[in-house]
């Protein structure tokens, strides 16, 4: 097993666009952060729960992180080097379990980075805009817990999002079709919660759909009007991740090279 951590890990790390994929994460992610601090301002939205205000760019990096993790499979499907790969190591859920451990250390790095980098922005912009402890809002701090919890569960939800979409890689095997599904999984659920009129299924997106669920995990502030608990919220995009993993297993299994 080790030797096959080492060579997915040589792969990821020589592969043309991880660089810059990771590059695209951590600037996106904190820029539009920092820009989302920089326009809400109290006394307008004085209700606003800025932890979850200052992670605002984790919905954005997240699209850079699901490209990287599909990239990390469906490339060696359309190069053909997928054959070389199975000859070197046969036992395919060994595999899929040394490429997901690899991918996981990387994007928890880079999330890490880019979750600190948006914090940062927050609590320099914030009070700037009217949210100061005069107006009962507290300075940014890792020490707080709800906010730790929020940044630990943040970096923890860009992980899954890059599990999910590895799954999503291996099941379908090319790039433009896992990233389109997984794409359709994040962002347009939500918007079908915004467009759907009855309220007992608007409750059910968002409390069942990737990003809804996963990014409740952020929320630091009224969280008994949430649909979904942060913790609880993280677990179903973890159940989301764990199907998309077993079902690119299985048929990585099944299917010839």
Known sequence: MRHTLHAEWTK?????????????SIVLTAGASALAAAIVACPGSC???????SLTGVMLGQATVATLAVLAMSSEYSTGMIRVTL??????PALLAAKAAVLTGVVLVAGTIAVGASLLAGRVLEPGNGFTTANGFASLSLAHGPTLRAAAGSVLYLALVALLSLGAATALRDSAAAITVVLGLLYVFPILGDVVLNPVWQHRIERWTPM????????????????VGPWAGLGVLAAWT????????????????
């Open 12 to 24: 990821l790390r020589t592969a043309p666009g991880t660089a810059m994929l990771l590059a695209a």
């Open 47 to 53: 209700t606003a729960d800025t932890t979850r205000l």
């Open 87 to 92: 000859a070197a190591m046969p036992r395919r």
């Open 212 to 227: 809804n669920a996963g990014l409740a995990i952020q929320a630091t502030r009224n969280l008994g009007t949430l649909p």
């Open 242 to 257: 764990a199907v998309a993993l077993l079902a690119g297993g299985l048929l990585l299994r099944l299917r010839d090279a």
